[in-house]
């Protein structure tokens, strides 16, 4: 186990080249199993997430060649298991893609319920209810989802609610299923429209993602392809919200500026200097910030992976701000951390109250998810003294070099071991 010693009262400056997107590379890498051609992607995050991805597919059989550090030229020629083992499907939800693209390819699935960070409750049920609108048969047991269907045929799938999780499997699963699918109430995140550039490189037939209709027309086959992942849209507003926390003045590189408007637009509610140029965002705090309400929406409201950093941003701001989090049910993990820090924070339901303008104080916190982890570095950043930051392997799960990229704009930032580290000073009024 490592931990992160963080030096507090930081002011970050500089320029951060943004990596590809996790959740979008997390979707694609599934999708490989669809086809029996080479496969060649680019810009993937060099992170735990995808390490673990990777290893899955090489224990289905995939021959995997990397080509540089984001690059790997992928073989699934030989790939002939359907079960991926449970104990790599257990570290991250998004191991759930292969019920879509093995069902796609070989007509049945076997894949354990998955793990992933502790958000609430997060149910499965609108996948299954499209996997067998297609024709898929469905069976529980003893913790196995097992998919099975002579033939995939196509359907009119409403959503009941919008996810983007059942989004992206019913959209793997469709691109190999006889006739026509229409998906509805679909997610639109950005993710959803690069799988589905991808898909289509491939030579599937999808029309209508990145709105609220997807139509899909099965087909027989798939090709090889050669695709570049998308920017992180969530690690650019990490850093976008880490500048106006931290006083400081960051540009962010490599983005497309469209995906971040809602990221853009909060912040030049709070008081934030935001300039926008194609490919990139600076963002610098010269006046007090002000207090705002943030609410979560599915894209294009504002992230609920970027809620956790955007209340420490809140705790920055004199008065008082409300945040709403309507996505997860349990996406306050960060607040007790926060508490011991000594923010003034108050959640009721959904609802967190953030009285802002006291100074953080620096301490031992734990990182309770991936998410919640980088925004308490950032509350470290701004807090006096040095805190040391526990079970830093959940951001490992979705930043690369996260620490290294904050060094490198300024921070001071430690990585040891338990057993290395002995003593940690901080100072709390």
Not at 3 to 29: F, M, P
Not at 54 to 81: C, D, F, H, Q, W
Not at 223 to 245: K, N, Q, W
Not at 306 to 315: A, D, E, F, I, K
Request: contains cysteine; hydrophobic residues 40%; charged residues 20%.
């Amino acid at each position: 186990m490592e931990n992160l010693i963080v030096k507090g009262n930081a002011n970050l400056s500089g320029k951060v080249k943004i990596s590809g997107s996790k959740n979008a590379a997390v979707a694609i890498l599934p999708a490989v199993a669809i086809t029996a051609e080479n496969v060649y992607l680019d810009n993937l995050p060099d992170i735990t997430d995808v390490r673990t991805m990777i290893e899955i597919l090489e224990n289905l059989g995939v021959s995997i060649r990397r080509r540089g550090k984001n690059a790997l030229e992928l073989t699934p020629g030989n790939l002939s298991k359907i079960a991926p083992p449970y104990e790599l499907v257990k570290k991250m939800r998004a191991s759930y893609y292969f019920m879509g693209s093995l069902l796609a390819r070989f007509g049945r699935a076997e894949v354990p319920i998955p793990g992933g960070c502790d958000l609430g409750p997060r149910p499965i049920d609108q996948h299954l209810k499209g996997f067998s609108a297609l024709g898929a048969n469905i069976s529980i047991e003893h913790g196995m989802i097992t998919l099975s269907a002579d033939k995939l045929v196509g359907a009119h799938i409403y959503l009941d609610v919008v996810s983007i999780g059942a989004t992206i499997n019913l959209m793997l699963a469709a691109a190999g299923a006889e006739g026509r699918t229409v998906l509805e109430n679909v997610a639109k995140e950005p993710e959803i429209v690069d799988l589905a550039n991808f898909l289509n490189a491939m030579g599937a037939s999808i029309r209508g993602a990145g709105t609220d209709v997807i139509r899909i027309d099965g087909v027989r086959s798939f090709s090889g392809a050669a695709h570049t992942v998308i920017p992180d849209r969530i690690e650019a507003g990490t850093f976008m919200l880490a500048a106006a926390t931290t006083r400081g003045n960051i540009t962010v590189e490599e983005v497309i500026p469209k995906h971040l408007e809602a990221i853009t637009a909060k912040l030049r509610e709070i008081g934030a200097v935001v300039e926008v140029e194609p490919e990139k965002i600076n963002v610098k705090a010269i006046d007090p910030l002000v207090p705002t309400d943030i609410k979560t929406f599915p894209y294009p409201g504002f992230p609920t992976d970027l809620q956790p950093p955007g209340m420490v941003l809140l705790t920055a701001a004199e008065g008082l701000s409300v945040i709403t989090e309507n996505v997860f049910d349990g996406r306050y993990n960060h607040v007790d951390e926060l508490k011991r820090m000594g923010a003034l924070i108050k959640v009721e339901g959904r609802t967190a109250l953030v009285e802002g303008g006291s100074r953080l104080s620096g301490g031992p916190i734990t990182a309770p998810d991936l998410r919640s982890g980088a925004a308490l570095i950032i509350a470290a950043l701004t807090a006096d003294g040095e805190s040391r930051i526990s079970a830093v392997e959940h951001i490992d799960r979705g930043y690369e070099n996260f620490e290294q990229k904050l060094i490198n704009l300024g921070a001071s930032i430690q990585r040891v071991s338990e057993k290395g580290y002995k003593q940690l000073s901080y100072n709390r009024e």
